[in-house]
């Protein structure tokens, strides 16, 4: 690589990540949503959101589309592996629309660690996350929970290819075959045989 495409390349690392920070900033200026203390259900009842803080203040919760949706669980197999890192910092929960029963069958065929909430419509839709029923949108929500009990939605984002929360998408794009059509599968054996059938 010559020194000059180096140098337009480290310019352009240094832009982006200026921006970035810019971005972080601005969204702390967003008012934050109090949200109350909404429950979910679990296996065997329901717990509130409240308790899905443990010993933090802060938490961390992904809106994820469900055992249908390849992206969510591409995203999810990432979280499983850093799940140490954020859970020393915050509470760290996936929901989901999925009944528990069906998330938990899921979660242990994928051997996630994550705990794992069903979220109901109403909560859903009040913070941007189903913009009707059905259609739901990926992403999470960072919450605050301050001496009174209080909780407040601080922070938020949704999720799409080639985003900051899935490093995989960053990594292949590197790749020199890379044409911006790779598409998750839940078992890439079964992916290949069935291109080798068509």
Known sequence: MS?????????????????????????KQIPAVDV???????????IQLSELFGEH????????????????????????GVLQHLQSRAGFVVSSPDAPETQSAFAKNRNWQFQMVQS??????????EKEAGDFWPGYSVFQKDDSG?????????F??????????HFLAHLPSYKNDWQP???YADAVLAKDEV
């Open 120 to 129: 109901n419509p109403d909560f859903r839709q009040k913070l941007g996350f």
């Open 36 to 46: 109350g203390n909404p429950s979910f259900q679990i296996p065997g009842g329901e």
């Open 160 to 169: 799409g290819p080639g985003d900051h929360y899935c490093g995989v998408w």
């Open 57 to 80: 203040s802060e938490l961390i919760l992904i809106f994820n589309m469900g055992v249908s949706c390849r992206y969510c669980t591409l995203w999810a197999d990432e979280y499983n």
């Open 3 to 27: 020194t000059t495409l180096e140098n337009q390349i480290e310019k352009l690392a240094a832009e982006a990540a200026k921006i970035q920070d810019q971005i972080r900033e601005l969204k």
């Open 150 to 158: 209080q909780i407040k939605q601080v922070n938020k984002d949704f």
């Open 185 to 187: 599968q839940f078992k």
